[in-house]
């Protein structure tokens, strides 16, 4: 009779954006990231798994364990809270196939440090953004007695889960008319690998006051200019590494676009594309207000709800393909790693995803110190990038699993001509 009325768990498919990340995963390398809170006082284990407990039933699709069918993956539910761990020598330790049929996502204690690392196929930034804040104003509610409002992203956790936040968006928003894939491969960062797996993190502060000044100048927006930043880093390593220029290769920088800025949806699942800005150091040097214009005009015309409905076209079209979804999914997975390794990882050195100004609410505010947003290395490239603003600071945090931090020596060297204050904090 008990188990008669046992709450039936939930499952989804994997939504369009996600069903790549299974198939493209390797031995070593699993596409995951972290969001984190830093609080001011230290974190009480067991009053966070209590506001774990309560959390997990309000997000289905991000509380969820991977399981595969005859021919997809796809996300179930998970009957109870994942153990809470303590933080390792580095963050997003592999992520195994084992772990991530019980569940696929981690919550990690460290001191005063709450942090959730995500495989991709669970969500986005932006859906991870709000389960951390619901995690944490949950837990801040039971422990200081205090009620925190429902606002900048913070979901009630009494109440269920809408079908809207549910949806994959994507095909919703899907264009008429697909947009090819065709494009240029980018230069590939290298250096020696460090043992044992281990993920350089080196995180780069800055005042927002300060970057919004210098960013004015060339009026531009932050997002912009720090991809520029990057952009020259990797110009100027790539320019000490390869002395002739006509060896050189495109520099490109891909900026992941939140969709839910141009479509009207509020899905908590993946709903985020891209845009790659390239240039050709072939061309000659650059200037900095050059990089500017040119990742400013790429920006500008692909950011747009026309042409960003095309580029969704093409990957659901492909999910569409009769063909395709009646191969079995071991043969699946072949194909779509495939696809993986010819046009993703290849067409950018890097990625730099900017989560922009994240708010909280007053009442809860007081008791964050500071938030942190990042992103796995590449599956074949040593480096990514995450940043996010809090307060009236900048967190760019690099991460790599190579010894030699040249690009960051690079990064730090373009901020420090704009005229910026940088400070730098490392895990080695």
Known sequence: MAENKKRRLR???????????????????????RQSVTLYEPVDKAILKSALDVTVKR?????????NGAFWYYLREVESAPEIREEQSYPLVFMSDKEMRKCALRVIVYHNRIAVEFFHSLTDGTGALVFLKS????????????????????????????????????????????IGRRDSDAWRLSGTPTEDGFLNLTCFTLSVKDALEVAHKYSTSLTVFFSAVMAKALLDLQAEHVPGMRRRKMVKVLIPVNLRNLFPSTTLRNFAMYTIPEIDPRLGEYSFEEIIKIIRAKMDAEITPKHMSRVIATNVNDERNTLLRLVPLP?????????????????SCLSLSNLGLVKLPTVMEQYVERMD???????????????????????????????EPNLERHFFSVLQRLGLTVTAESNN
Not at 12 to 26: C, F, G, H, Q, T
Not at 151 to 176: M, N, Q, V, W
Not at 331 to 347: P, Q, W
Not at 374 to 400: E, H, K
């Open 11 to 33: 499952w989804v498919r994997l939504d369009n954006a996600a069903k790549i990340y299974p198939a493209a995963r390797r031995r070593n390398w699993s596409n995951v990231f």
């Open 59 to 67: 997000f289905p699709s991000i509380a969820a364990r991977l399981s």
């Open 135 to 178: 995690l944490t104003a949950e837990y801040l509610e039971q422990k200081h007695g205090i009620k925190i409002p429902c606002e900048y992203g913070i979901l009630d956790r009494s109440h269920a889960p809408t079908d809207a936040e549910l949806e994959d968006s994507f095909l919703r928003y899907a264009g008429k008319y697909p």
């Open 331 to 347: 043969l699946k997975n072949i194909v779509m790693k495939a696809v993986f390794d010819t046009y993703g990882e290849r067409k």
């Open 373 to 403: 947003f990042i992103l796995g290395v590449q599956a074949a490239a040593p480096y990514n990038c995450g940043m996010l603003s809090f307060r009236d600071t900048v967190y760019i945090s690099f991460i790599r699993n190579i010894r």
